[in-house]
């Protein structure tokens, strides 16, 4: 008996390595097809070599029969996305870039560059580390630059570089903010010029938010310890200790080809129904790509000195000018100034986008973080002074979970403030997400320009946002870090430079799926995460239960076999 049990082990593994790339085959046809027009305005986007224990995961899969689950996971780690770098020394990121570059390049597809490498990266949180300051960044990019040459690269600069400033990572205490954003939103809240059906949309979406959270599926049991030997395949690229994530609900309606290609002023929809506001931010030390802060006043500090007020003439006979007195000079409006930190972080992402636009067929995206972080008038600034002017576009989402509708009206909006700040306007005075979509549109109609080539484009992150954000359940006491590997999250709409929208250049996955955004001890001692009862891997590591949730949760769904016709 024992010998035939034996037997039947051995052929079930002959025939799962054999009926694998079978099975695989419409899997990865069916993720990736949108990628794959050949439309000469679409391009097609490179898939990197996955990690390689993302492989041992597909192999112990099919090792134990589960084929459903091994061919989806092989489809999502064989689906476009970013490549990260950063960490490495200036001569290995050269040498990784330029292999990648020319391998995308022989494809004729289009890679994507996450740079990840900035000075006091994260905070000093789960993705901790960057280059030891400007002259080492510089070096740094300028081996980037080298590698790339004159192929063509679609760069995501710097996750959370602008979003989480230094001078944010110097309050550590958010209680204000997060009280605030606890607060309904202009956006929830029923207005005198909002009709019935959308102050019933608001509250049935509300709602939905405040259910518990969906049960995590079981963890993925071990395989046995003498799997067949996998092919090597080939030298993988791997992100840093990378970014994390945070909050979104994913509309499967997003992006669709009449979003307005024509005005971008306006959305596809005339909809009247906001999306409320995200959930709630954790308090504490300001998240980064794998930390979200509440979002912050729109107050920003200014980037230039004020004026002081005019001296006391000096009186003719006496030349020596009039000196205040010790109680008066508090009265002055004294400069703020801004601290080193934060103005090397400007000086290192100019630098950055200077060297790498340079090089003529890379577009290099900004950091703008995401819709439920900063307003309007508070990333624009920002935006401004790293350079946007030089830049082909900012980037929304990475590695959180903002909605695909939530993200291009964010983004519509970062756009129109944009142009109308290059025209000489004030920021603080542009239509802001917590708005009321009517009294937004109103703005746009009277300060946006009607054609899209004279305003910023963008790209979006949807790696993650399939099933939008996490919350935990209601009376849990604890630190939710909503950004930190929520659990029953699914993948969201696959990879495409065809977005039916004139201001988004592309949805892309910018974050790995399946590698950990950090311990998640959520406000907790530790070691265990308190939401997943595990210790999850340390930030940028493969995540087997959270990899084969976003496939199992997908959306839209990853189709594993292919369907007949007629059915």
Not at 29 to 48: F, K, N, Q, V
Not at 215 to 241: F, H, I, K, M, R
Not at 412 to 431: F, H, K, Q, T, V
Not at 455 to 462: A, L
């Amino acid at each position: 008996m024992r010998k035939r049990r034996k037997i039947l082990t051995v052929s079930t593994a002959v025939v799962a390595a054999a009926t694998l790339p079978l099975l695989i085959s419409p899997v990865v046809s069916a993720a990736a097809r949108e990628d794959d027009d050949d439309s000469s305005r679409t391009a097609r986007l490179y898939a990197p070599p996955p990690d390689r224990d993302s492989y041992r995961q597909v192999a112990r899969l099919a090792w134990r029969g589960d084929f459903r689950d091994s061919a989806g996971l092989l489809a999502m780690v064989r689906t476009p996305q970013a490549v990260w770098y950063g960490d490495e020394s200036p001569e290995r990121v050269e040498a990784l870039v330029r292999r990648t570059t020319r391998s995308a390049d022989m494809q004729g597809r289009l890679p994507v560059l996450a740079l990840y490498n900035i000075p006091g990266r994260d905070c000093g949180s789960y993705s901790s580390g960057g280059a030891d300051g400007l002259a080492a960044y510089e070096a740094w990019i300028d081996a980037v630059a080298e590698g790339i040459g004159d192929r063509e690269v679609l760069i995501v600069l710097e996750p959370d570089s602008l979003s989480l400033l230094p001078s944010d990572c110097a309050d550590e205490s958010n209680a204000d903010q997060t009280a605030a954003e606890q607060q309904p939103t202009a956006e929830q809240q029923p207005t005198a010029e909002q009709p019935a059906e959308e102050q019933l949309a608001a509250g049935q979406q509300t709602a939905v938010e405040q259910q518990p959270a969906v049960e995590q599926p079981p963890a993925v049991e071990q395989p046995p310890t003498d799997l067949p030997p996998l092919p090597d395949p080939g030298a993988s690229t791997s992100p840093p200790a990378a970014s994390a994530a945070q909050d979104a609900a994913q509309s499967p309606d997003a992006q669709s080809p009449d979003a307005q290609a024509a005005d971008p002023r306006l959305p596809a929809s005339e909809d009247p129904a906001p999306k409320p506001a995200e959930a709630q931010e954790p308090s504490g030390l300001e998240p980064s790509t794998s930390q979200t802060p509440a979002p912050e006043p729109s107050a920003e500090q200014p980037g230039t000195l004020p004026e002081l007020p005019p001296l006391p003439t000096p009186d003719p006979v006496t030349p020596d000018p009039v000196t205040p007195d010790a109680e008066d000079v508090g009265d002055l409006d004294t400069p703020v100034v801004e601290d080193p930190e934060t103005a090397a972080r400007y000086s290192e992402i100019n630098y950055a986008v200077d060297a790498l636009t340079a090089l003529g067929n890379t577009s290099v995206y900004l950091d703008a973080g995401h819709a439920g972080w900063h307003s309007v008038s508070s990333i624009v600034p920002r935006l401004i002074k790293a350079g946007i002017d030089r830049a082909t576009g900012f980037a929304l989402n990475v590695s959180h979970y903002q909605t695909d509708p939530d993200s291009a009206w964010y983004g519509r909006l970062i756009s129109s403030c944009l142009a109308y700040a290059d025209e000489g306007g004030d920021p603080e005075d542009c239509a802001d997400q917590s708005w009321s979509r009517r009294h937004a549109r109103r703005w746009l109609h009277a300060h946006v320009p009607d054609d899209p080539g004279r305003m910023k484009h963008f790209v979006t992150d949807t790696s993650r946002n399939g099933q939008g954000p996490w919350a935990p359940r209601a009376g849990a006491h604890l630190d939710a870090q909503s950004w930190c590997n929520p659990p029953a999250r699914g993948l969201g709409r696959r990879p495409t430079t065809r977005t039916g929208d004139a201001l988004l250049d592309a949805a892309l996955w910018v974050k790995t799926p399946g590698e950990s955004d950090g311990r998640c001890l959520r406000g907790t001692d530790g070691p265990l995460d308190p939401v997943r009862g595990t210790v999850n891997p340390d930030a940028g590591e493969w995540f087997p239960e959270q990899a084969l949730e976003l496939v199992r949760y997908a959306e839209p769904s990853v189709e594993v076999f292919r369907r007949t016709h007629g059915r």
